[in-house]
């Protein structure tokens, strides 16, 4: 029944043209040239060009070139078996962005035997995106894991190595009595042996080994508070301890140090003494201020700043609620992109340095999970101030 119905109605030529224009997809047919003979008005709705800007145009206007010899190849494959074909290809939007399309094309021989290639185009631009941060989230999520893992792993090695260090101090001090009976049973003055390694900076070497260690055991304690989940639920926090253990992370951070030279960047921190206390999801609050800082190191990094650049950590209490500022001095946006980095997707970075959605994350964990307020204010050529905005801790009810 719903065959014969749609039967019917593709004789009706209302009820065709209807279906076409009306379409959320592009509908097109082109000859075997590759050019253009009739597009549907969702070109102009989904691309943006006007339909008399395409028809008698040439494909190779508005693929990307990178997909035109996959395009051509699925047309011509098309033509010869006389079955439909399928292709996924980039096509230029008016503003000179590309969309992803999933291409369907059938050839049609009409009355006089002239054949053309008919089809339809869906956007899939969001879908892939979605995909990709998908799969994105999950190799992250795995690899988050890992790190965990291995963070584990190297605390039992690090605890060897800092306990052993304490030993090797231990066996040659002349305050306990052990040390001193096994040295006169091998006939060694253990203070002179004690000397020689002072003289020798021997107990400098150990110090180094046992400041490295802790600063080690130290660093691996805060990916592990970093990347632990938050099951805990909110917990009432010493803010400064935590916006200094984020900002300790933050300059040991691999990838930060390799991408934007974070070692160059001067970091300010201005506390107030006099906030009321704030709960917290810890975890997640780390997230979002690592993903602040990491944009921050990445905008100073991609401009030639003249002048120091500077990273300010500030907490205030503004508009009745506990404020956490993260202001740096780099190249700032201009007011389109300030209005719209809290939109998921959104982003200004090259294809493959980001997914858009940090800031959207950070977005929803600051308003969503923690009742507060995220905001930024930008001026080109002066930097940004991002700041975060939570309730004193009996606004709360003690709960998120």
Excluded at 372 to 400: D, Y
Aim: charged letters at 25%; one cysteine or more; aromatic letters at 6%.
């Amino acid at each position: 029944m719903l065959s014969k119905s749609i039967d019917i109605c593709c004789k009706s030529e209302p009820n065709y043209r209807m279906l076409v224009e009306n379409s959320c997809d592009i509908m097109f047919q082109m000859d075997t040239e590759g050019s253009f003979t009739f597009v549907s008005s969702a070109w102009k709705t989904v691309l943006g060009h006007d339909l008399g800007d395409v028809v008698g145009h040439s494909l190779r206007e508005f693929v990307h070139q990178e997909d035109i010899s996959r395009c051509e190849s699925s047309m011509l494959a098309a033509i010869r078996s006389g079955s439909a074909q399928e292709v996924t290809a980039r096509v230029q939007h008016v503003g000179g962005s590309w969309r992803w399309h999933a291409v369907r094309g059938a050839p049609y021989v009409d009355g006089d035997g002239v054949v053309t290639l008919i089809g339809i185009a869906h956007d899939v631009t969001e879908q892939l995106r979605i995909e990709e941060v998908m799969a994105q989230t999950e190799k992250m999520i795995m690899v988050s894991g890992l790190a965990a893992g291995m963070a584990h792993e190297i605390n039992n090695p690090l605890g060897a190595i800092l306990q052993h260090a304490q030993n090797i101090e231990r066996r040659v001090s002349a305050d306990i009595p052990a040390n001193l009976k096994a040295a006169a049973e091998v006939g060694v003055d253990l203070a002179l042996v004690h000397a020689y390694l002072q003289r020798r900076g021997v107990f400098d070497f150990i110090g180094h080994i046992r400041s490295a260690g802790m600063r080690a055991s130290d660093i691996i304690s805060n990916m592990l508070k970093f990347s632990r989940r938050s099951d805990a639920g909110a917990e009432k926090v010493d803010l400064p301890a935590l916006l200094d253990r984020v900002l300790e992370l933050a300059g040991t951070d691999y990838d930060m140090k390799k991408k934007y030279n974070y070692s160059r960047i001067v970091l300010q921190r201005e506390y107030a003494t006099d906030l009321p206390p704030v709960q917290i999801v810890v975890a997640e609050l780390e997230q979002v201020l690592m993903n602040i800082l990491k944009n921050a190191a990445q905008a100073i990094a991609t401009t030639a700043l003249e002048r120091q650049p500077i990273i300010t950590v500030r907490t205030r209490l503004l508009d009745g609620m506990v404020a956490i500022e993260v202001e740096d001095n780099g190249p700032g946006m201009d007011e389109a992109t300030r209005l719209r980095v809290f939109e998921p997707f959104f982003t200004t970075k090259e294809v493959g340095v980001g997914t858009g959605l940090g800031l959207s994350v950070a977005y929803a964990i600051v308003t969503k999970g923690h009742r507060g307020v995220i905001e930024v204010r930008s001026r080109p050529g002066v930097g940004s101030c991002f700041t975060v905005k939570l309730p004193p801790q009996g606004e709360r009810n003690g709960k998120l």
